[in-house]
């Protein structure tokens, strides 16, 4: 037995000096990385990849298990484009590169970022691009460069916008699964691809006037960079006139067709760097690390933007999913902290949890009723539960193409009986003493009673939900009705009908908050904090000190594919809909932006 205890103590000590040894090393090339990092050279180029998710406050993303699974921090819209704004006031940065090929923001940032680079050239530096290609978003981001370079062996991607969207009923019906839909909105389109094979009439009206209204938008942005016409370019989407770098030249697309490395010899005669020499850039991600960046600020009155981007769900706590017991704690210490005199409820949402929504709702109407202004700023989406939560402030403000709208409801339950009595010769039997007892099992079939009482709470929540849209809106509830049905409808659109106050940015949504609340000065504090562990920090930092200027990832690349990124995604927005409790304020798809 003493042998025992010796062995075990001694296995247990070396553990505990492995892990110190690795925690040593660890902090020692840490130490390392970071310390080479600490300025950047005169004569610098600022460079953008904007291919990567942005979220709208930093590292606010659904969090992966992995410390690894991120090569650097994402950073949030505002910042970058705070940075954007400090590199234009930097004498050591003469320029911004932007090398893009796609991206996976979506059209409401587009539209941001477009507005923040065009605010850059304003300074009299140059935007020049570059891309080995182009998706027709990708397109419209760097078509507000001075001059575009691209490969001889690309193309632009310009066609205009469509959606596909699967259908998996003929599949449900052949393993013998079926779906309990209830819905209220003749345009609540989400439960669709359960219940049908092909798009309703309702749905093919309200995804071919959004996308019309998408592409005027893109349209409108790139006739006013380019010396192209609304004509021309749509008659280019029409033929794919960009398919190949001859064409996309011999159409105005671009402006030269280089191989990178000419592109460089270009930049390095621009700031005359020989030859021979390294070309001096910085990446966004270290430059966010460096530069000089301060809210402009005075006295102890505050505005508080409260971030409410992702899925709105029931429970939970993680960065990038908006949870009602999160957010109800976040908003009431808002609300009694007064020195914040004003809230700007920044939505980039599809929708969730219905009842999520009316708890969110509801805190931000008791913050109202403290006398703060809440002025609502729309981001990519506020679509369904995420107009649920900004219905009721004072002023609402949106881009041109959010997606928003989508007021309505739905509730869906799997029925397996089939699947396990015919497919598996699996049978449930059930004693009971009350009629609803077993509660709406997916093992057994519904009865009418049950159906009734689902399409009843159902209706209930729309009801709610357009009480909510008629009084925060000033709207009659007949106009209320007649406009929500669940239809999607873009930032432009909703303002003709009411449902938004005004087009403009978050910035402007700021103005708004503090004319409202009368502050000529003010500091902004931001909701909700994202806490990293110190551990996961270390290794970012050490990546993030390993990429340099060329921002290239050295650790598990493999988890920052893209691909791997969307089929992870569809896989997560899927499962969330399986394990659905509870009736839907939620947008019929995700659309993903080419």
């Not at 080995?132 to 205009?160: E, I, R, T, W």
């Not at 009480?467 to 007949?478: A, I, T, Y």
């Not at 200027?549 to 691909?563: F, H, I, Q, R």
């Amino acid at each position: 037995m003493k042998s025992f205890f010796k062995s075990v103590f001694a296995s247990c000590l070396g553990i505990v000096i492995a892990f110190a040894a690795i925690f040593l090393i660890i902090m020692i090339f840490a130490a390392t990385s970071m310390s080479t990092s600490t300025s950047y050279s005169d004569n610098s180029i600022l460079k953008l990849s904007l291919e990567e998710i942005v979220p709208e406050k930093t590292d606010n993303v659904v969090q992966s298990s992995s410390v690894f699974s991120s090569k650097v921090e994402a950073l949030g819209l505002r910042r970058i484009l705070k940075l954007i704004d400090a590199a234009a006031k930097d004498d050591k940065i003469k320029g911004i590169l932007i090398e893009n090929g796609s991206t996976s923001v979506g059209q409401a940032t587009l539209l941001s970022l477009t507005e923040g680079l065009k605010k850059f050239k304003e300074s009299g530096k140059f935007i020049y691009s570059y891309a080995d290609y182009h998706s027709q978003s990708s397109y419209m981001l760097c078509s507000v460069a001075d001059s575009m370079f691209l490969n001889p062996q690309g193309g632009v991607d310009l066609k205009g916008f469509a959606v596909a969207i699967p259908f998996f009923k003929n599949t449900l019906d052949k393993i013998g699964v079926g779906m309990n839909i209830f819905y209220a909105g003749n345009f609540k389109s989400a439960t669709e691809p359960y219940r049908l094979n092909e798009m309703s009439e309702y749905n093919r009206i309200q995804t071919r006037a959004f996308l019309d209204d998408m592409k005027d938008i893109m349209i409108d942005v790139i006739s006013a960079n380019r010396p192209l016409s609304r004509e021309k370019i749509d008659n280019i989407m029409n033929e794919l006139g960009g398919r190949t770098a001859e064409k996309s030249l011999e159409n105005g697309l671009v402006d030269v067709i280089f191989y990178k490395d000419e592109m460089e010899d270009f930049l390095k005669e621009k700031l005359g760097v020989k030859k021979d020499k390294k070309l001096k850039t910085i990446s966004l991600s270290k430059y966010n690390t460096l530069a000089d960046i301060k809210e402009e600020s005075k006295g102890k009155d505050k505005i508080a933007i409260v971030y409410a981007e992702g899925e709105i769900a029931y429970g939970g706590n993680e960065p990038g999913v908006i949870s009602d017991e999160r957010y109800m704690k976040m908003l009431r210490k808002i609300r009694n902290d007064d020195n914040i005199k004003a809230v700007v409820l920044r939505v980039n949402s599809p929708g969730g949890s219905a009842f999520a929504s009316e708890m969110i709702w509801r805190e931000l109407e008791q913050i109202k009723a403290a006398g703060k202004p809440v002025i609502a700023s729309f981001g990519d989406y506020a679509a369904s539960g995420g107009y649920y939560i900004s219905s009721g402030a004072d002023v609402i403000v949106s881009e041109p193409n959010t997606l928003t709208g989508s007021i309505g409801v739905f509730s869906i339950l799997p029925d397996a009986t089939k699947l396990f009595n015919d497919k598996l010769g699996i049978n449930f039997d059930t004693v009971k003493t009350n009629d609803l007892a077993v509660g709406f099992s997916p093992f057994l079939p519904l009865s009418d009673k049950e159906r009734a009482l689902l399409q009843e709470s159902t209706l209930d929540i729309y009801d709610l939900f357009l009480e909510r849209v008629s009084k925060g809106r000033n709207l009659p509830l007949d106009s209320t009705k007649v406009i929500a049905q669940g239809r999607v409808w873009t930032g432009r659109a909703a303002q003709k009908i009411g449902l938004v106050d005004k087009l403009g940015s978050l910035e402007d949504a700021i103005g708004i908050a503090a004319e409202k609340a009368g502050m000529d000065a003010y500091k902004i504090v931001e909701y909700p904090f994202v806490k990293e562990d110190f551990f996961t920090s270390i290794i970012k930092g050490i990546i993030q000190g390993q990429n340099g200027d060329d921002d290239e990832g050295v650790l598990l690349n493999v988890a920052n594919d893209k691909n791997a990124q969307k089929w992870l995604e569809m896989a997560r927005q899927a499962q969330s809909i399986i394990k659905m409790k509870e009736p839907q304020a939620r947008m019929p798809f995700i659309v993903e932006w080419n």
